[in-house]
């Protein structure tokens, strides 16, 4: 009689044991699809950084290019670029030089107003920089 009893209750049981794995494996494949979305994203984020940086210095470059024009040249209206920083490179810079007092410089004591823009993989940065008397 009790091996009855024991043996109807094992066989009300059948399949829960798949059940259950089924919904561990649910769950785990859920939380592996978001950690991997996250350490994605973050991948994107760090190399997207990189090209941040690689436009700073396209930036820097044209501020430099801005100086030399400005105290070689002596040339305070110019606009230079988009062009590469050096041949064969995929960074791009532009820089614009104004003279003080004008619409894009309007404060009188500055001599001179730079603005310089580098470009890598669509990610732009800008400088500006402002020489006084």
Known sequence: MIFKKIKKHFNSQKGVALYFSMIIMTIILALALGISTLIVGQFKMVGEMGYSVAAFY????????????????????F????????????????VKGRPGNTV??????IAICYEAWGNYNGIVRGLARYLGF
């Open 58 to 77: 396209g930036a820097d470059t044209g501020l430099e290019e801005g100086l030399y024009k400005y105290y070689i040249e002596n040339n305070t209206n």
């Open 79 to 94: 606009d230079i670029g988009p062009q590469p920083i050096s041949a064969g490179s995929p960074v791009l810079y532009s």
């Open 104 to 109: 894009d410089c309007p404060d009188p004591s």
